[in-house]
């Protein structure tokens, strides 16, 4: 739901090899466009070769074009620190030198306020047991890498993969957002079948769940986080006793990813940026997709439709317009 109504602003981050910081950012609502270049040195129109030889100054950055009304930068923030190693001052994973170095370049003050709040935050967390190095500088000339590096994971699926996971990052972010900790916090927000459904990808009991018969209009977001998921206006009467719909309100807030479990094969749906399970994307649905979500009311919240406005929803009042 990219609109050009919403005025654009710049975020850039370097967290190591840039083409591990294009796909946490790409496609979600509100990002515009998301380059890898490098910033934050003292040449002009340096090149890969010559920021690799760690003379140049420069670290390996991407730069973000983002509606702040329809995604905050605090979101983007947030999505920042869960890719890195904020302790790790001499490079990222296997990574070595200060071309790989961390950093938030900010482009205002209000940037900077924020950015300083948010490590300040993550510092107070305990989460990391080392000092939170990553720098926070103000935003320089921008020089856009060569068309090879854009979009990496996109054109180079398999190496980007191999990449991710034996530079030790995939690793590292899954140890550093996943601790015991933070399923005990989950497990004091939720109920126990809310928990079980999101985060082990148990079923409810078909008719017999919140939703299935539900047929009040508004949206119904994420039980964790509130991101928005679906509308009541795709929402269709499957016959199966659990709340389905033809297609989410936002594309990027949706994962779909292959699930073997059980012996079956089909395609599992996730909340992109909480990881909660949904339910599944199935085929028999109504025309002319076809799709089906069928999903669990326990991953779901539901905001009335007079209630959008005053939850933050409210870009989303005119999808439902006569």
């Known amino acids: 739901m990219k609109n050009s109504s919403y005025g654009e602003q ?73 890719q890195i190693d904020p302790t790790d001052a001499g490079g990222q994973f296997h990574d070595r030198g200060y071309s790989y170095r961390t950093a938030i370049f900010v482009h205002n003050e209000e940037q900077r306020e924020k950015a300083e709040a948010s490590k300040r935050a993550l510092k107070a967390s305990g989460r990391f047991k080392g000092a939170i190095v990553t720098e926070i500088v103000p935003a320089g000339p921008f020089y856009p890498a060569e068309e090879y590096h854009q979009e990496y994971y996109k054109y180079h699926h398999v190496d980007y993969n191999m990449y991710r996971k034996y530079s030790g990052r995939e690793a590292f972010v899954h140890s550093s957002w996943n601790t015991e900790k933070d399923r005990k916090r989950l497990r004091n927000l939720l109920t126990e079948l809310q928990y079980e459904v999101t985060k082990n990808g148990a079923a409810e009991p078909a008719y017999a769940n919140d939703y299935w018969n539900f047929t009040e209009e508004g949206l119904y977001v994420d039980i964790i986080n509130g991101d928005p998921l679906f509308s009541s206006r795709d929402k269709f009467d499957s016959g199966t006793g659990y709340p389905s719909f033809t297609r989410p309100v936002e594309e990027g807030l949706v994962l779909r990813e292959a699930d073997l479990s059980g012996g079956q094969v089909r395609i599992a749906v996730r909340s992109r940026l909480s990881g909660s399970h949904l339910g599944y994307l199935l085929n028999d649905g109504p025309a002319p997709t076809k799709k089906h979500y069928r999903l669990n009311s326990a991953a779901l919240r539901f905001v009335p439709l007079e209630e959008l406005e005053l939850e933050g929803y409210g870009r989303y009042k005119k999808g439902f317009a006569p």
Not at 15 to 39: A, N, R
Not at 40 to 63: K, L, M, R, S
């Open 10 to 82: 710049l975020a850039t981050f370097a967290g190591g090899c840039f083409w591990c910081m294009v796909k946490p950012f790409d496609e979600l609502p509100g990002i515009v466009s998301i380059l890898s270049g490098y910033t934050g040195g003292h040449t002009v129109n340096p090149i890969y070769e010559e920021v690799c030889t760690e003379t140049t100054g420069h670290a390996e950055a991407v730069q973000i074009t983002f509606q702040p009304d329809v995604f905050p930068y605090e979101r983007l923030l947030e999505l920042f620190w869960q």
